[in-house]
């Protein structure tokens, strides 16, 4: 048996998830803070047209980020599953269609960026200096995605073959270099937005080549073969990483609607105080998804071998260490809403008061976002698409839109309350789900001692 398979199969459950879940969570924080930590530079070096121009752009970078996350989590819960039921061959060639697919699909959508940036963001109320350094900044990170998209590919496959550490290792690693070249650039040589994503895309880019290595030298349970295409594996990928990818790109679309109708009501200030929040919680998504996903492998293996009283206990672990991180995450945003703004941008009392009272209702988000993450990413993990599919549609664009337009007749103060009214209703649907059809399907799974 393979070290990583010892790991998955053999060792506790509760002992699994400190030793997965930890580094995972901090490598998945890290790995994404440095958008935060991005914005916080441009804020505060900038100033505050930078910084909306930054968020205005982002939703659009993340969106071609999405399309190689979909291709790593739905081949690596195929890999997962292959390797529990000990078919290697099939694991290796669905690593390498998946590489290939990410690369050649990043190409694609990063030429489309570059080409019709300027009509998107012009589309989204973007306009004169805004809309310029909007798109130079969602250009520069477009002409590095094709290698940058790697980063999340491999640091999927790096959990898989067990170096847990080494994934969080390099994740830190990239946070520092990213920010090391911003810093550079925009602290010391005084430039602008457009060296900011230069600096973050170097960044990566670096990461993305050593990660590549030991996969590329074969040291590892993983590795390269000779790409025979195949339509059943290709679909088997998109299918199984389809509902991260609609919630990813849902939960953008939803960011520039919401930007959109920000600039009408409140102008730059309220998409700041927005681009704000939603950097707070791109770090509190990362630890929730850095936790899930870093024992999805676990919970694969042991779904394919057929332990399901290993799966049962392996999630309970993950969903009270996402309810407990959120409970902190709503009491420091109640708690220390101006703070936290101002460590972001430098601006007058009237939009610390908009800060204030808007940072505060949205914090109640995570109340309940915690019940429609577990399930989402359970099902996802054992390879139930429909229902995480909806709980991702529901939880990033449904809900969002329906309460858009339920709450639209109150303007900026309505909008405030779509991200906490939308988490409340998932978990809902989520709770059904659960009740449903998850916890008769893991009660009916064949056991294995």
Known sequence: MLSNERLYLETRPLCLFFKASIPGAIGMIASNIYFSLEMLLIGRLIGQTAFAAGNLALPLILINFALSDMIAVGSAV????????????????????????????????????????????????????????????????????PLTCLVFVFD???????????SMVMNIVMSFLCLGFEFIFLYVLDLGIAFAALGTSLGMSVTAIICAWP?????????????????????????????????NISGKVTSILMNSLLLRWGGDAAVSVYGVFMNID?????????????LQPAIGYNWGAQRKDRVRRIAL????????????????LVIFPGETFSLFLEAGADVI???????????????TRWIGYAVQSFSSAIGFNREATLLSLCNALVFPLLMMAILQSLELEGIWYVTPSAAVLTAFVATLVWILRLRKAVRNRKMKV
């Open 78 to 145: 195929r890999i997962a599953i292959s390797l529990g039921e000990d078919d290697k061959a099939r694991a290796d060639r669905v690593f390498t269609t998946a590489v290939i697919s990410a690369i050649l699909f990043a190409g694609l959508t990063s030429l489309l960026l570059i080409v019709f940036g300027r009509p998107m963001l012009a589309a989204m109320g973007a306009e004169g200096e805004l809309l310029d350094e909007s798109l130079i900044y969602l250009r520069t990170y477009a002409a590095f995605c």
């Open 156 to 166: 999927n496959y790096l959990r898989i073959c067990g170096r847990i550490r080494f």
């Open 215 to 247: 996969f590329l030298r074969g040291r590892l349970s993983l590795g390269f073969v000779r790409l025979r295409p195949s339509f059943s594996i290709f679909h088997d990928i998109m299918a199984q990483g389809l509902p991260s990818f609609l919630s």
């Open 282 to 294: 791109t770090i509190a998504v990362s630890g929730m998804y850095g936790i899930f996903d870093s």
């Open 317 to 332: 672990y993950c969903t009270l260490a996402i309810a407990i991180m959120c409970l902190a995450f709503t009491l420091l």
């Open 353 to 367: 008061d908009m800060a204030v009272h808007a940072v505060t209702i949205m914090a109640l988000t995570y109340v």
